[in-house]
């Protein structure tokens, strides 16, 4: 069955601090995708970054680095020097090709931070 | 380029009565996917559209939700004699077939407000 779990509800940090987001994922598939999308208070869900099973490696976007370890299921965000604009809802999704790819997501991290 | 665009933006609507969400995809984008989102639930798959295949409705809740997407490209959701539970926001996304799963990219989303 396939199941994402963002155990963390909401996170608050102060600006500059650093940030993970955990993610922790659930499949019995060899091929599959792992997402994070961000969701602004404007609404609109924005693509972040995917990432395949067959592809172990950490990932570094400007201030955003994910670390996907197939031993844990786990595919964990990382927001270096936070700014006020990371404040946002975060979502982890999996999906697999012979579900046509449908997305499913986690609960969702609320992150906040304060200046 | 334009994004994925849906209308209306929001709808308020009396129980029992129908309504339409509308979804135009990303121009050449083969894959459309709606999800919707409430606080109860979270985000969850509905239904799955890829190109002439026969769509993936095994996210539906009910026989009161349909969709179709006609010409390959805008699609329709139609929920009938609508609950309150229903309220929601309806998201939908497009993506590129290709192998693998592609990222998809989501609309604004239609507020529904069942009343």
């Known amino acids: 069955a396939q199941k994402v779990t963002q155990a963390q509800t909401e996170i608050s940090v102060v600006e500059k601090e650093d940030v993970t987001l955990d993610c922790v994922y659930e499949?019995?598939?060899?091929?599959?995708?792992l997402f994070w999308y961000k969701q602004p208070p404007s609404g609109e869900l924005v693509f972040l970054i995917r990432?395949?099973?067959?592809?172990?490696q950490n990932e570094i976007s400007g201030r955003y680095s994910w670390n996907f370890q197939k031993s844990t299921s786990s595919f964990n965000f990382t927001i270096t020097a936070s700014q006020v604009v990371d404040s946002a809802v975060y979502f982890c999704?999996?999906?697999?090709?012979?579900?046509?790819?449908?997305?499913?997501f986690g609960a969702g991290t609320i992150l906040r931070v304060k200046s | 380029g334009a994004g994925v665009s849906q209308s209306p933006s929001n709808k308020v609507t009396e129980k029992g009565k129908d309504v339409e969400l509308r979804c135009d995809p990303i121009?050449?984008?083969?894959?459309l996917y709606w999800y919707r989102q409430s606080l109860g639930q979270g985000l969850e798959f509905l239904i799955y559209?890829?190109?002439?295949?026969?769509?993936?409705k095994s996210g539906l809740p009910s026989d009161r939700f349909s969709a179709e997407r006609t010409g390959g490209s805008v699609s329709t959701l139609t929920i009938q004699r609508t609950q309150q539970e229903d309220s929601a926001v309806y998201l939908c996304?497009?993506?590129?077939?290709?192998?693998?799963?592609?990222?998809?990219?989501f609309g604004p989303g239609t507020r529904l407000t069942v009343t």
């Open positions: 121009s050449g984008h083969t894959a």
């Open positions: 499949t019995r598939d060899t091929t599959y995708y």
């Open positions: 996304a497009s993506s590129l077939r290709r192998q693998g799963a592609a990222e998809q990219y």
């Open positions: 999704a999996l999906s697999e090709p012979q579900y046509g790819n449908k997305l499913v």
């Open positions: 559209f890829q190109g002439n295949s026969a769509p993936d």
């Open positions: 990432r395949n099973s067959f592809d172990e």
